[in-house]
């Protein structure tokens, strides 16, 4: 693999413009909107943490300057295909592919407070257990908020709905361990458990292997 290197101030605006020309062919090709993926520490996520964002121009350094890569990406993107066909996934606390957060009880309000002007459609949240932090989004977040709450089970995640804490709830390795997962909910049907050793395999296994309820 090369090393990688910085983009150079120029070379972020250019990828900020990538991310406009993405969203704008999804939706050409027939999606209803696109999810910046600003969490599990790919490139948006990248420039919000302070272990990797190690840049010295106005994307590096103080808060403001950290978000300023999230918050132009959301704003060309929502400028191209239209804010409510816009949603934003954001990790708070996760640590996947080596990021270390310290200081998301400041971060994370600051990136909602540049946000919100934009009236994106969404906030997708993958809840690394800061409690305190969750309610505090909650709290400012005017429009719909998904939480992913991994690794809990679908009692604890409806509690997330009737409480307010979340208007939606998603899931990803439960939907990716029953085929028929929309079925089993409505039956009440035990769920298959999910095999981590098979995610991302790139074979069969994990795959579509998984049975379903009538079977």
């Known amino acids: ?3 990688p290197r910085a983009l150079s101030t120029q070379e972020v605006a250019a990828t900020v ?11 050409a090709a027939g999606a209803d909107g696109v999810e910046i993926h600003g969490a599990n520490g790919y490139l948006v996520h990248q420039f919000l943490s302070g272990n990797t964002n190690r840049r010295t121009d106005r994307y ?4 403001d300057n950290r978000i300023r890569f999230a918050v ?5 993107v929502s400028g191209e295909i239209g804010a409510e066909r816009t949603g934003l996934r954001i990790s708070p606390g996760n640590p996947y592919n080596d990021i270390a957060e310290s200081d998301t009880a400041e971060l994370y309000p600051a990136l909602l407070d540049a946000l919100r002007p934009l009236n994106l459609a969404y906030l997708h949240v993958m809840h690394a257990g800061e409690e305190a932090l969750l309610e505090t989004l909650r709290a400012q977040w005017p429009a719909t908020l998904i939480l992913n709450r991994g690794g809990t089970d679908l009692p604890t995640r409806a509690k997330d709905i009737d409480n307010g ?13 029953n085929p028929d997962l929309v079925e089993r909910l ?23 292997d998984y049975p379903t309820y009538t079977s």
């Open 1 to 3: 693999m090369p090393e």
């Open 17 to 27: 413009d990538d991310f406009r020309r993405a969203a704008a062919a999804a939706v």
């Open 60 to 63: 590096g350094g103080s808060l």
């Open 72 to 76: 132009e990406v959301a704003g060309a």
């Open 165 to 177: 804490t979340a208007d939606l709830v998603s899931v990803g390795a439960l939907a990716l361990a």
């Open 186 to 208: 409505r039956a009440g049907a035990e769920l298959n458990a999910p095999d981590p050793a098979t995610f991302y395999g790139g074979g069969a296994a994990g795959y579509t």
